[in-house]
């Protein structure tokens, strides 16, 4: 399908919106850019507005198409900056999210607390009932956690949250978390809840100590 731009078209039910949220500084824009941006895997097609590095203000948003199965998908990620900060993330934000992902800095305390204390409830509040959730904690690379080993995977299981660590800057990473992300929201009627397992960093590692 061509629309009369000369771009292909995408159909509606191939479109999802992804919501970012967390603390100011905790990866969202830096992970949102890392994602649509080159190197782009291969069926990628980037574009949306340009947006600051690394912390955005207000909301800011990029589309990322991805070949899947023959078919396009379509993500429009809306990062919301610091908003948080202001009390400013309310349900106009979250109101036809398909997916959120919630973000903290594996290196800053404070940004785990701000999801467990405040926005996990905000998102179950405000998201459709069929939005999904998943956890993503950033900043992997730094070998500095702030948190204890397992607090947040448990924290993540016993709220029904898959969760996921990453280096927002590595685009293998991220790219392997997104086409993940879109294999499973494929197909799938709106509203849609995700069903899938992403392996960990840890995971990756124990598996490669225990298995090489």
Not at 115 to 121: A, I
Not at 152 to 164: D, M, P
């Amino acid at each position: 399908m061509v629309s009369l731009s000369g771009h292909t078209s995408v159909p509606d039910n191939c479109i999802y919106n992804v919501i970012l949220v967390g603390q100011f500084g905790a990866g969202k824009t830096t992970l949102m850019m890392t994602a649509t941006s080159q190197p782009t895997p291969p069926g990628s097609e980037v574009k949306g507005q340009s947006v600051s590095a690394p912390s955005s203000r207000g909301v800011d948003y990029r589309v990322l198409r991805k070949t899947l199965n023959g078919s396009i998908v379509e993500l429009k990620i809306f990062d919301t900056g610091d908003i948080e900060r202001h009390n400013e993330l309310t349900a106009n934000y979250y109101r036809y999210a398909n997916l959120a992902l919630l973000i903290y800095d594996t290196t800053n305390i404070e940004s785990f607390d701000l999801l467990h204390e405040d926005l996990l409830e905000d998102t179950q509040r405000y998201a459709p009932a069929g939005c999904s959730k998943v956890v993503v904690g950033t900043k992997v690379d730094l070998n500095q956690r702030a948190c204890g080993e397992g607090i947040v995977e448990a924290w993540a299981e016993q709220n029904s949250l898959k969760y996921f660590e990453l280096d927002a800057r590595s685009h293998e990473q991220v790219s392997e978390l997104f086409t993940t992300l879109m294999e499973n929201l494929q197909g799938r009627g709106k509203p849609r809840s995700l069903s899938f397992s992403l392996t960990s960093n840890a995971e990756k590692e124990k598996k490669a100590r225990c298995c090489g």
